[in-house]
């Protein structure tokens, strides 16, 4: 059975760093795109970043480039997210997903048919 587990989200003040982890059992990550997205209150689920299985990295906005970065250990078969100087405007509960073929892009939510099911952070001081 095919699972993917996010962890490591938390109330962080602006300008923190938290790392969320998006742990796979059943599949190899390093087979799939993996994407991270979130959703804030009120809004729709949104593209944050992706790595396709090639390695290349997309970004959805460019107000998470030099801010937040996506990798992934093989070893322990898990996606992080990195995020650094944090602000508010980042709260939102973060998901990951993943899929073996994607048809145009791994930043597009329709791409992708398993999903983790979210962690919640906060930015607030």
């Known amino acids: 059975q095919l699972q993917l587990v996010e962890s490591g989200g938390g109330l962080v003040q602006p300008g923190g760093s938290l790392r969320l982890s998006c742990a796979a059992s059943?599949?190899?990550?390093?087979?799939?795109?993996v994407g991270w997205f979130r959703q804030a209150p009120g809004k729709e689920r949104e593209g944050v970043l992706c790595?396709?299985?090639?390695?290349?990295?997309?970004y959805y906005t460019d107000s998470v480039k030099g801010r937040l970065t996506i990798s992934l250990d093989n070893a322990e078969n898990t996606v992080y997210l990195q995020m650094n100087s944090l602000k508010p405007e980042d709260t939102a509960v973060y998901y990951c997903a993943a899929e073996p073929t994607v048809l145009s892009s791994c930043i597009f939510r329709r791409e992708y048919r398993f999903w983790g099911q979210g962690t919640q952070v906060t930015v607030s001081s």
């Open positions: 790595i396709s299985r090639s390695g290349d990295v997309t």
């Open positions: 059943g599949f190899r990550l390093d087979r799939y795109a």
